[in-house]
């Protein structure tokens, strides 16, 4: 099949931004000020974002190595990136549009840059602090063309859910963000415990989805030495969002939330069918004895409560029948290397090949302007 470029609209259902250099230097509370999170110059990793608790994380992949990857060159060592380095659109909502344009992409949902790493930080007062201060700053980043950028607020994992629920509030009512974010990987508060009914129950009222993003959790420490990097990031990938989609499902959430929607992002999504064969086929088996009994086949809860998105999986299209149209949500990435950010029409064109021209515009445009609120065109 020849090959064909994509050339209808394309709305983006993760995508990233860059947080100001001195964004929680200059907005923590005084209280908070020598512990926040902060960028620094280290020997070996270049500009590098430092939090409390975990290990300095390389500035270089959260948006300076796309210039590399978009002039189709080898991308250098990390060591050699600086946070002046990042494209204009990481950080400005102004030169962002120019890159949509220049995409062929008419809006966004925006995940947070280096932000996504907070999560893991041990203090549970001092996360939420980190949090806030990101969400104040994505409304103001977001309201400047809100038409074509949709703000996800990033939540907390740990710590009273009643904190939790009030962040959502906030962030949601009174910002205007489109929707909320929780770490894929929780190990403080898993997603089966109860705790986490009083943050579905409230978000199904306000009819918000609740978004596990891929990243902001510590790489298993026994995988080092030759290839280690490709091993952890490609082996992880899939791995971190079954485990919130198990445990949602499996705890029984959608069964009592009918109406809460949550939405698995940037993990790609073939291995979704097979994920989903298996979950039935332990829940044909075991149905009897597992607590609590679920009404319902998990593939039945996952095509009406979740939602998934991916830049690149050619596989993934081709199991559309089985994850459902309807579930699916193209995303460019942009800034971040894994995306295909400025080439996403060619890559559209090519995962999509074969792919129905109605159920193509579903995934790269109409899904994700139901679920986000955006303008949708005719």
Same mark, same amino acid.
């Given at each position: 099949m020849a090959e064909t470029t994509y050339q209808g609209p394309l709305l983006s259902a993760d995508s990233h931004v860059v947080e100001p250099r001195d964004l929680w230097l200059t907005r923590m509370d005084a209280?908070?000020?020598?512990? %926040?999170?902060?960028?620094?110059?280290?020997?070996g990793l270049g500009d590098s974002m430092i939090v409390e608790g975990l290990k300095p994380r390389p500035l270089a992949f959260e948006g300076p190595m796309i210039e590399f990857k978009a002039r189709g060159v080898e991308i250098p060592k990390i060591t050699d990136f600086r946070?002046?380095?990042?494209?204009?659109? $990481?950080?400005?909502?102004?030169?962002?549009?120019?890159?949509?344009?220049?995409?062929?992409?008419v809006g966004e949902v925006i995940y947070p840059g280096v932000g996504l790493f907070v999560c893991d930080t041990p203090d549970a007062a001092y996360e939420l602090a980190v949090c806030q201060v990101y969400n104040d700053w994505l409304a103001e980043f977001c309201s400047a063309h809100p038409a074509r950028l949709k703000g996800v607020a990033l939540l907390p994992g740990k710590g009273p859910i009643e904190a939790i629920v009030a962040e959502a509030e906030r962030a949601v009512g009174r910002l205007g963000l489109a929707a909320v974010m929780l770490p894929a990987t929780n190990t403080a508060q898993p997603y089966n415990q109860p705790v986490w009914d009083g943050l579905w129950g409230r978000l199904q009222e306000m009819g918000v989805v609740a978004t596990f993003h891929l990243g902001g959790t510590r790489f298993p420490e026994h995988i080092r030495g030759p290839g280690a990097s490709g091993a952890l990031v490609c082996g992880s990938k899939f791995q971190q969002l079954a485990e919130p989609l198990n445990l949602v499902i499996w705890g029984g959430a959608p069964m009592r939330f009918p109406r809460m929607k949550w939405s698995l992002v940037e993990g790609g999504i073939g291995w979704i069918a097979a994920v989903l064969d298996l979950m039935d086929h332990w829940w044909h088996d075991h149905k009897g004895w597992m607590k609590p009994r679920l009404e319902e086949e998990p593939s039945t809860y996952f095509r009406r409560n979740f939602f998934a998105t991916f830049e690149d999986d050619r596989a993934g299209v081709r199991t559309r029948d089985i994850i459902g149209v309807d579930n699916i949500m193209w995303g460019s990435d942009y800034p971040h290397t /894994? $995306?295909?950010?400025?080439?996403?029409?060619?890559?559209? $064109?090519?995962?999509? %090949?074969?792919?129905?021209?109605? /159920?193509?515009?579903?995934?790269?445009? /109409?899904?994700v302007a139901r679920v986000f609120g955006f303008p949708l065109a005719a």
């Open positions: 209280k908070w000020r020598e512990r %926040a999170p902060r960028i620094e110059t280290l020997d946070y002046e380095d990042t494209r204009p659109g $990481g950080c400005d909502p102004d030169a962002r549009l120019k890159d949509q344009d220049l995409d062929g992409v /894994e $995306g295909v950010w400025p080439f996403s029409r060619r890559q559209v $064109g090519r995962d999509f %090949a074969g792919c129905p021209a109605d /159920e193509t515009r579903k995934m790269v445009y /109409e899904n």
